[in-house]
């Protein structure tokens, strides 16, 4: 086997989905984590593979050529993935885009719109005087996921997969309804989408990703009151071109 891939990672639904790709095809990888309430996305070595200052990023030292390669942005990793081991991404072209339909829906769709919602519904209240601007927001983004879990859902009628065969796009969706209690879903109402989640916990490869989460220091949550969520909240939250 050669060199292990690097995985700049955090315990987050982000962080989930690459862990799930690199389980389920077999490479093997190294974990190196990046500890956001820290501000260790902010260290340069970091920003020279992932200028966004967002993890999870990559580095394969068998990249294309034999060369190494970097790669950050969640999708972009795991359809790199899928090319490189000829797996999960779409067993022929129709499939292929099947697949990455459901892929972009969710890092346009599902993810930012989930993290806009806990924002709203955990951190805005210890963050913002005027609770008027929490509701507004905490309400928009709840309606918009629990929009987008009809819509998984409806995809999920008839289909074991989100695209048919089991694929990267399932591996980016699922960490993302782990939180669904905390989205405000009650999932009685989507019990096409309660059944894959049952299906795809239930895989070996997913659950050593998720026991390798729990492997890595978790932060402070970052709706507690204590000196180190503050310390993580200013990190985090407020951010603008440096
Ligand atoms: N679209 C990006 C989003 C990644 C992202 O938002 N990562 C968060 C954690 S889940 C992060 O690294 N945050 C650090 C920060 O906000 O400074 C992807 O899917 O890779």
């Known amino acids: 086997m050669g060199q292990p891939i690097e995985l700049h990672y955090w315990p987050t639904p982000n962080g989930h989905k690459v862990t799930i790709a690199l389980e389920e095809m077999g490479l093997a990888y190294e974990l190196r984590p990046v500890n956001l309430g820290l501000g260790e996305q902010f260290r340069p070595e970091f920003l020279a593979i ?26 972009a990793i795991l359809r790199y993935l899928a090319d490189k081991t ?10 292929k885009i099947q697949v990455d339909e459901w892929l972009f829906w969710q890092m346009a769709g599902l993810g930012p719109m989930a993290g806009q919602a806990n924002h709203f519904r955990f951190y805005a209240p210890a963050m913002l005087a005027d609770q008027r601007q929490v509701a507004y927001g905490a309400a928009r983004y709840t309606n918009e996921v629990h929009r987008l879990y009809g819509v998984l859902n409806g995809q999920l009628k008839g289909r074991e997969f989100i695209a048919g065969d089991y694929s990267i796009a399932d591996m980016a969706c699922w960490p993302w309804t782990n939180p669904w209690k ?7 109402e989507f019990p096409e989408l309660a059944a894959w989640r049952d299906r795809i916990a239930a895989r070996p490869a997913v659950q050593r990703a998720m026991a390798a989460a729990e492997k890595v220091k978790q932060g402070p949550t970052l709706a507690d009151s204590g000196e ?10 407020g951010q603008r071109a440096r």
């Open 182 to 188: 905390a989205h405000g879903i009650d999932l009685a």
């Open 50 to 75: 992932s200028p966004n200052n967002r993890m999870p990023a990559i580095v394969d030292p068998d990249g294309p050529g034999g060369e190494a390669v970097s790669v950050f942005e969640s999708g």
């Open 228 to 237: 180190a969520a503050e310390a993580a909240r200013r990190v985090l939250f």
């Open 86 to 95: 000829g797996a999960f991404g779409g067993a022929d072209a129709r499939a």
